[in-house]
């Protein structure tokens, strides 16, 4: 509650000298001005007063200008073309997240009657017996009695679990971002939700469900594979949850690694932050299993990943997993801007390959910080101390809040040049970037073509 109470007085002070010292503005400048006065105290750590002091009250156009530059002064300094996303402010404090890092034990189960004899129902009455465990006809008609869903109701997912049986929704292309460079990457619709906090995350503004989904039938989905299967495809879990958060529960991993066993020219992928690779080490696999995790600087981590392992604890569980002969793959995704990025950067990269042979490495994607304009609402009210809307984030080419081209393409090359310093031989795409991008970078490699040749 304390940068809840802080952000709060900080909007009071600011919404109560646009009310005085700009009476005449409509609704919509007031709230453009309040906001980018608003952003600059906090990017700046700033009173609020001093920059109210330095605002010489002349026209609305001219104090909106004047706060620009200051809110964006790279962006405006480059000439980018300012698209900029200044909607209403609003901070609450019943929305705002609770950081305290607490053990996960839901307190209820909702099972679909069909699947309450499932050994998935079964296992998770024996690790949470203290759950009230709840028999519902189906979560579609269980959701809707219950449609109101508010950031309060997301802040309290990890209470809620459902088991259920996915009887449509197995497979789907990953649907990228409109106008970028796809990856031609599938995805194995296996759970919706997750366990972690991070503050950047697109499913707190996507979800529409109150609690985390667990589908029982995972034999389902192997079934329907045969027909949706395209000859040497990547596919993995961790689009809408993560891989591996609660492996030791649902153990989804082990049928899913026999499973491929059947499709060598299948790549499948678990995408995690976790360090759940028990049910890993302890089986075969056909040399097809990927086991992926996303790196950022420590300090990054701590910022913005709440609850999750931190770097060097997911470096050592990437080892663990090359030993076991797994391929590992690494996602810089997102790559948070701030002073002192690229030095800390580095440090992950050294890092990671100071543990991990390039050879070891099936593939690394890069993509730096983006996001629906409206989890930037989400973010505020749910993280009202968080730093990672500080940086310029401006209206992109596809209508997502992005660093400005220059800065994303400066990351990158940067990226690049670090990661091909450890080998030239490694397959590196951009996630979610447009042409432009990709034809002004070097040695990157299309996804689509290349990456299921296996080694
Ligand atoms: S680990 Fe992934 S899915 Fe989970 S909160 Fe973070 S970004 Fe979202």
Redesign the pocket.
Known sequence: MRFYRKESERLEKIESFVRSSLPSLGVNKKQEITRLLYEISKRENTPPEKIIEDVHIKSFDAVKEALLKRRFPYAYINDEALKLYLPKLKLDKNSALNLKKTKFYPGNIFVEKSARHSSLAQRFKGSFPKARFSEIASLKDYLKTRRNFTIETYNKRRDTVFITLENYDFFKKCPCTKKAVGCGYHIFNLSFG?????T?????EYTNSPGLIFPANIDKFFQVFSSYKKPRMRIGT?E???SL?LDHITQYSLPIIDFFKKHPDVRFEFK??SVNIDNLLKTDHAGNIVVAW?FNPQRTIDEN?FF?PGLNERIRSAKKCVEAGYKISAHFDPVVYFNGWEKEYRKVIDSLFSAIKPKDIAWISIGTLRFNPRVKQVIETRFPGNKILDEELILGYDNKLRYPYKIRHHIYKSMLEKLFKHSKKLSIYLCMEDVSMWRNLPKLTNPTRSFCQLK
Do not use: I, R
């Open positions: 997750c366990l972690f906090e991070c950047y995350c697109y499913l707190q961790g809408f949850s993560d958060m995690t932050k996303s990943e999750t």
